[in-house]
């Protein structure tokens, strides 16, 4: 059995961040998203993986490499537009061939992994298997129709959706799939929808199960669900200390601290990560926060947020909340007069000032 990881969209609902980087390699805890799916993929027992990829392709390839370092086999498969996922399927087949195979969606996590799902798929024959969830809005997703426990049509984010069981972003096909995804024509958006490419298997009689997911699930598209699933991830943390930390300072809870990493008269309340590296100094860090490598935090709070590397938050005077800053962001506060607030902002950022 083999898989594929679809990572080749563009991540406009996390713009301006993936204006310069992959979504999919945005981290949560600290750990690439895409990361969780090739290890939740491996621990299934699949050593095989064909990685779809874009315009990111050389940030990918840079981040996962061959796949030695997670203990399975890496293959690139390049898509020149996202043309959807019924496409990237198509232009792997020439890799994928006769083999049973999982779909992966590069920026989804689920809890519990998929080890019992795949074997559950290996062991009832069926052509297709598809992961549903309950979701407050189902119609931000393609969405499944029931009977008799067995799924009867899809519809890709419906306007007046029938259901609120929305598709995981994990999928099993046998290679009947390719019929589907060589049969269909593309939708409204110019898409080839997968959606469109299992409802091809329903009607032409192929055998579709579907498996309701009851541990959580994250689409992370966007940043309420990127805080979400790194504060899903930061309450499983257990406790690593390998940084210094001063006397004067507070640990409390869950927290990890990497090497180099100096707290400085601080207050540190799990859980929380802070990567290698950093100089924490007169700050407080509150609950689900992660700190990447390279920071540095002095004068300033922040708490439920995810700080990539080499970020900078100067005597900013009040808390930093509920956000997401890039690679290399500075914040600061200026205190000469008169006050303003001077920014340099890329396209769809969100700025939220007091």
Not at 22 to 47: M, S
Not at 136 to 141: A, E, G, I, L, R
Not at 207 to 213: A, F, G, I, K, T
Not at 316 to 325: A, K, N, P, Y
């Amino acid at each position: 059995m083999k898989a594929l990881i679809l990572s080749g969209g563009k991540g406009t609902r996390l713009r301006p961040i993936t204006h310069t980087g992959a979504k999919q390699l945005v981290p949560v805890a600290n750990k690439p998203i895409l990361f969780y799916a090739i290890e939740a993929i491996r621990d299934a027992g699949i050593t095989d993986i064909g990685i779809v990829v874009g315009d990111t392709h050389e940030e990918i390839k840079a981040a996962v490499g061959t796949g030695e370092k997670f203990g399975v086999k890496v293959t690139y498969i390049h898509q020149e537009a996202p043309l959807g996922l019924a496409h990237a399927v198509k232009i792997a087949e020439p890799y994928l061939k006769d083999e049973q195979f999982v779909m992966f969606l590069g920026d989804n996590l689920i809890k519990d992994g998929i080890t019992s799902l795949v074997e559950a798929y290996k062991q009832s024959g069926a052509n297709c298997q598809i992961l549903l969830a309950k979701v407050p809005n189902p119609q931000d997703f393609g969405v499944a129709v029931l009977e008799g426990g067995r799924a009867v049509k899809l519809i890709e984010k419906p306007k007046d959706p029938p259901s609120d069981l929305a598709l995981v972003g994990v999928y099993m096909f046998d290679h009947h799939i390719f019929e589907a995804v060589n049969a269909i024509k593309p939708s409204a958006r110019g898409e080839l929808e997968i959606t469109d490419a299992i409802q091809y298997l329903i009607d032409h009689g192929y055998r579709v199960e579907s498996h309701l997911v009851t541990g959580w699930w994250k689409d992370t598209g966007n940043l309420e669900a990127m805080l979400e699933a790194n504060r899903l991830i930061l309450d499983t943390l257990e406790t690593r200390i390998e940084g210094d930390i001063d006397e004067e300072s507070e640990v409390a809870g869950r927290v990890s601290i990497g090497k180099g990493t100096k707290i400085i008269q601080s207050s540190i309340r799990g859980p929380a990560i802070i990567g290698e590296n950093c100089h924490i100094e007169n700050a407080f860090i509150g609950p689900y926060t992660s700190i990447n490598n390279g920071v540095t935090i002095v004068a300033s709070e922040v708490e439920h947020s995810i700080i990539l590397e080499n970020c900078t938050i100067l005597n900013i005077g009040s808390r930093l909340e509920d956000s997401l800053l890039g690679k290399n962001v500075r914040i600061e506060r200026n205190g000469r007069k008169p006050r303003a607030y001077r920014m340099m902002l890329g396209d769809n950022s969100a700025v939220g000032v007091i």
